[in-house]
């Protein structure tokens, strides 16, 4: 079964800390993402990898950055915590493969409280 | 671009009653379908995908559901819910051409009364 393991279920942090959320994956998936998911909002994309170094923003970057120097590893970086960030965060990785193409899996979720 | 819509945000419905969840899409490019769901306190996972072929597409836990080209939906139903089925259930639609990202719909809470 392929694993996402994010290193945190709960987070409590105050306004100005900087915040790092770890994400691993063990099946040597090349994708990683980093959604948050807010009641009536559903998941937005924060950022995308899709190989080591490599990243893309998502549909709100703004406040966040990305880390990914190992393939099975990537975390989400909030220089700055705010009010407005308290959030669950949740870690998804899929494979190139054509067969499972798109499906993606995910991790249990980081819920996030900053004060 | 693309885009999904789920209209209900919650669901009621008694044990072993039918159940229908609705999702539409909207979609420029070839059109690649999920349903995830979601139980408490945990990430998602897959229910079940449509890619190509037979219409009908059937996932875990008896859930199945249907592409409807003309209609622009992609329906998830079971036909006797389970109390353990309560939770939250997201359509999503592959984010645009030579693209592996995907766009969720705002999600559907199934809350099931014994």
């Known amino acids: 079964d392929v694993k996402v393991t994010q290193s945190s279920r709960y987070l409590v942090k105050r306004t100005g800390e900087k915040v790092f959320l770890e994400c691993v994956q063990d099946?040597?998936?090349?994708?990683m993402f980093w959604y948050r998911q807010d009641p009536g909002l559903g998941l937005r994309l924060i950022y995308f990898s899709y190989d080591v170094k490599m990243k893309e923003k998502g549909d709100i970057p703004e406040g966040y950055s990305v880390s990914r120097e190992k393939k099975e590893r990537f975390s989400l970086i909030l220089e700055s915590a705010s009010t407005n960030q308290t959030s669950m965060y949740l870690c998804?990785?899929?494979?190139?493969?054509?067969?499972?193409?798109?499906?993606?899996?995910f991790g249990a979720g980081t819920r996030l409280s900053v004060l | 671009a693309q885009s999904v819509t789920q209209l209900d945000s919650q669901v009621p419905v008694f044990e072993e009653a039918p159940v229908e969840l609705r999702c539409n899409y909207s979609?420029?490019?070839?059109?690649?379908l999920f349903w995830y769901v979601q139980y408490p306190n945990q990430g998602l996972q897959l229910l079940l995908k449509y890619l190509s072929g037979s219409t009908l597409v059937k996932g875990i836990n008896g859930f199945e559901a249907e592409f409807n080209k003309s209609q622009t939906s992609f329906h998830l139903r079971k036909p006797s819910v389970h109390i353990s089925d309560t939770a939250e259930y997201f359509c999503a639609v592959v984010g645009g051409r030579n693209t592996d990202k995907l766009i969720f719909g705002t999600g559907t809470r199934l809350q099931v009364f014994p």
């Open positions: 998804a990785s899929n494979p190139l493969a054509r067969e499972k193409k798109n499906i993606q899996y």
């Open positions: 979609s420029s490019v070839s059109v690649y």
């Open positions: 099946m040597d998936h090349e994708n």
